[in-house]
């Protein structure tokens, strides 16, 4: 999600897809949401696709060194590795 604009460009910054799918259904607002992950929120909402291709990105992974080679935490960050990759 970018941001949402009103007529006069203000940035607005919602902290959720959620919260920006239902301040836009309740306003004059518009925003850029990911569709596969609001796809039911946006019901009786107009939707189409941007009119450029949004720029590249970098998702990063930081945790405390002392969880290296805790075994839940390597789990974890491998799967949301896997997610990432199978998403490009």
Sequence with gaps: MR????ARAKKVSPTTKQSAVAT???S???ASVPERHTGN???GMH???LPVSPPEFTVSM???PRLDADPAHRWLR???RDVC???R
């Design 85 to 87: 990759a199978a998403i």
């Design 41 to 43: 929120l946006r019901v």
């Design 3 to 6: 941001f949402l604009w009103t």
């Design 47 to 49: 939707g189409f696709p």
């Design 24 to 26: 836009t259904e309740a």
């Design 78 to 80: 491998g799967h949301v």
């Design 28 to 30: 004059d607002l518009i």
């Design 62 to 64: 930081l945790w405390h």
